[in-house]
């Protein structure tokens, strides 16, 4: 079974600081999806990045970027130029690829509440 | 439109009372579940329909009845819940199918509070 980690429960940066979120994960496949999630106070949940597990460039999006090492089985979020509104509970998620089986799951770390401060 | 969209937004129902949650997109999504969040927890999958048929059922208590009428719709019924079923209730929907790595992301709705007294 895949399973995620994030080991930071809770961070606080000031405004236009540069924070890192960490994620590591556990899978025996070769092949995979790897997403941040942000759930701000509004509940719904956003994606905010993805990777796939055989691309070896790292995915960016505007202020959000990854750092993937595949073989460490490393997903870590840097988010730059921090705004207030990026205050959220962020996820890492992973999924299988399609197996035939029907849809696969999204299994979600425990999450890392973030908090940007004026 | 990549709306999923929940009613209620809040819902309070009685330990004897019977009740259902609603979850509607129109992405042409195949792909729908259910999830069941707890303050400050990820979320956890209850149920997975494909094609309107449930392929994973996450071993939910059988007082949680999920029914999936067509490709763009999805209930939760509810029945005799217990109040630590009382958690934020989440609808998603993605492609069964990815046909590209764009297409892999799941879209979440706002989700229902629900409170059980």
New interface residues.
């Given amino acids: 079974a895949q399973t995620v980690t994030q080991s930071q429960p809770e961070m606080s940066v000031q405004e236009a600081e540069t924070v890192t979120l960490s994620c590591t994960y556990d899978t025996s496949e070769s092949n995979y999806y790897l997403f941040w999630y942000k759930q701000p106070p509004s509940r719904q949940m956003i994606l905010v990045i993805r990777q796939e597990a055989y691309k070896q460039q790292n995915a960016t999006e505007n202020r959000f970027s990854v750092n993937f090492q595949k073989a460490a089985k490393s997903f870590s979020l840097k988010i730059s130029d921090s705004q207030l509104g990026d205050t959220a509970m962020y996820f890492c998620a992973f999924m299988k690829p399609w197996s035939g089986m029907g849809a696969q799951k999204l299994v979600f770390g425990q999450g890392t509440r973030l908090t940007i401060n004026p | 439109d990549t709306e999923v969209t929940q009613t209620p937004k809040h819902l309070v129902m009685g330990m004897t009372n019977k009740k259902s949650l609603k979850c509607e997109q129109h992405m042409g999504h195949?792909?729908m579940?259910w999830y069941k969040q707890k303050a400050?927890?990820?979320?956890e999958?209850m149920f997975?329909?494909?094609?309107e048929?449930l392929?994973?059922n996450e071993s939910v208590p059988s007082r949680f009845s999920p029914e999936c009428p067509n490709s763009s719709l999805l209930n939760l019924h509810l029945h005799a819940l217990q109040p630590e079923d009382s958690a934020?209730y989440?609808c998603?929907s993605?492609q069964?199918?990815?046909d590209r790595?764009?297409n892999?992301?799941?879209?979440?709705?706002?989700?229902t509070?629900l409170t059980v007294v």
């Fill in positions: 195949r792909a579940y400050k927890k990820p979320p999958l997975v329909y494909s094609y048929k392929s994973i934020l989440l998603a993605s069964v199918v990815p790595q764009d892999t992301e799941a879209f979440f709705g706002q989700g509070r």
